[in-house]
């Protein structure tokens, strides 16, 4: 069985920086993209950003300039470095993995980060 499991959130303050790290197990195939999204209290799901297999990224405007997505491939392993956070990047961020040829999403349980002003 296929699990994702985020670590790295917590409680910064405005203008400080966290790396959130997702590692899968259950999986012997590379993930085809790996990413990463948040969700917000009363918000939807959003994305934040991708990265493929073989290094192309995708990042959302909120946080484009201010996070970098990179990825172990041989380990399906995933990390978000967040930067200049603040108060609105407040969220649980969950970590995607997608693999093409069974069509499937894969979802981990999510990581609170929480950002005081």
């Known amino acids: 069985q296929v699990q994702l499991v985020e670590s790295g959130g917590g409680l910064v303050q405005a203008g400080e920086s966290l790396r959130l790290s997702c590692a899968a197990s259950?999986?012997?195939?590379?993930?085809?993209?790996m990413g990463w999204y948040r969700q917000a209290p009363g918000k939807q799901r959003e994305l934040v950003a991708t990265?493929?297999?073989?290094?192309?990224?995708n990042y959302a405007d909120s946080l484009k300039g201010r996070s970098t997505i990179s990825r172990d491939g041989a380990k399906n392993t995933v990390y978000l470095q967040m930067n200049n956070l603040n108060p609105e990047d407040a969220a649980v961020y969950y970590c995607?993995?997608?693999?093409?040829?069974?069509?499937?999403?894969?979802w981990g349980q999510g990581t609170q980060v929480t950002v005081s002003s």
């Open positions: 259950g999986m012997i195939l590379a993930f085809d993209i």
């Open positions: 990265i493929t297999r073989g290094g192309i990224t």
């Open positions: 995607y993995a997608y693999l093409t040829r069974s069509h499937t999403n894969y």
